[in-house]
């Protein structure tokens, strides 16, 4: 069974608006953590969010936010006004464990492409 | 701070060759990751050490491929013989375990490996 799903290949999404990834996991342990990282045309892995399984209010930093719904499993990105350089594959990743554990699951990713 | 450092980004060699990749942690990092990432399979994880030691190496592939941690600041992937299939961006990460904190990883730039 597939520890993190991602469910859009692709996404098209105007500049300026808003845009909601999806990212659900699959894990009994109740200690966890799940990660979303961009990667760029460039090619690197640029980390841009964290969210514990015990933090009670959802994540945020700066335009990015994570909608975390523990009961549904998922963690979903959303990034507010989108902007062109927000064009990139993102994935969603999880931490089975406590921190420490350290091994990381990613899911498939999703390309997302913003339009002038 | 200087982030994940690698090299070479790119590397093209003929099969069977041997090949080497090279990385420099983050300074004070502990956990140093090594992935490969493909179209067909994703981000995978390769090996990785805490404070240089090898911890958990089952997803590197076969024997052809090994993984040194000789000290805190170097870490080298090498596969010998090379095979047209191992052809991939191969990414170091490095993360550090202080109890508490997210234990994120930082990614390297890669290094796109092209086996002819």
């Known amino acids: 069974a597939q520890k993190i799903t991602q469910t859009q290949p692709g996404m098209f999404v105007q500049e300026k608006e808003a845009v909601t990834l999806d990212c659900t996991y699959d894990?009994?342990?109740?200690?966890?953590?799940l990660f979303w990282y961009k990667q760029p045309s460039s090619g690197e892995m640029i980390f841009l969010i964290y969210?514990?399984?015990?933090?009670?209010q959802n994540a945020t930093e700066g335009r990015y936010s994570l909608n975390f719904q523990k009961a549904r499993k998922s963690a979903n990105l959303v990034i507010s006004a989108s902007q062109l350089g927000d064009s990139a594959m993102y994935f969603c990743?999880?931490?089975?464990?406590?921190?420490?554990?350290?091994?990381?699951?990613f899911g498939q990713g999703t390309r997302l492409t913003i339009n002038p | 701070d200087a982030g994940v450092i690698q090299s070479p980004r790119h590397e093209v060699t003929e099969m069977g060759q041997e090949v080497t990749l090279r990385c420099k942690p983050i300074s004070g990092h502990d956990y140093l990751f090594w992935y490969r990432q493909t179209m067909m399979r994703g981000l995978e994880l390769l090996i990785y050490f805490n404070n240089n030691v090898p911890i958990d190496d089952s997803g590197m592939p076969e024997d052809r491929f090994s993984a040194k941690m000789p000290n805190a600041s170097f870490s080298t992937l090498k596969i010998q013989p090379s095979e047209p299939r191992d052809s991939a961006v191969y990414f170091c990460?490095?993360?550090?375990?202080?109890?508490?904190?997210?234990?994120?990883?930082?990614f390297g730039p890669g290094t796109r490996l092209t086996v002819l």
């Open positions: 894990t009994s342990d109740p200690s966890y953590g």
């Open positions: 990743a999880m931490r089975e464990g406590r921190a420490g554990a350290q091994k990381l699951v």
């Open positions: 969210q514990g399984s015990y933090d009670q």
């Open positions: 990460a490095s993360s550090f375990s202080l109890q508490g904190s997210t234990d994120t990883q930082y």
